[in-house]
């Protein structure tokens, strides 16, 4: 079993950061991929990046130079850095597992950026 928590969502201005985390816990000997998919009101869930077992990354062409993945092999834990937020940013943002062939998804974490 598989249990992935996010924490560090919340409100913030325009042009502001905040950090994401995920930790993953249960039996993970060692995952494909990583990282973090959001949701804003009627739209479909959309990848914001990802970082593979050899640590490559992905980054949706919306984010890229504003957000950066990391992670901390040790504590099976991804970071979501995210600067200069814009209000379009604003969703519910789910950390994703891909761990062999199936997906795991942690219940997610509000971000919402004022203007």
């Known amino acids: 079993q598989v249990q992935l928590v996010e924490s560090g969502g919340g409100l913030v201005q325009a042009g502001g950061s905040l950090k994401l985390s995920c930790a993953a816990s249960?039996?993970?000997?060692?995952?494909?991929?990583m990282g973090w998919y959001r949701q804003a009101p009627g739209k479909q869930r959309e990848l914001v990046a990802e970082i593979t077992r050899g640590a490559s990354t992905t980054y949706a062409d919306s984010v890229k130079g504003r957000f950066t993945i990391s992670r901390e092999y040790a504590k099976n834990t991804v970071f979501l850095q995210m600067n200069s937020l814009k209000p379009e940013d604003t969703a519910m943002y789910y950390c994703h597992m891909l761990l062999g062939a199936r997906n795991y998804w942690g219940q997610g974490t509000q971000v919402t950026v004022s203007s």
């Open positions: 249960g039996t993970i000997l060692t995952f494909n991929a």
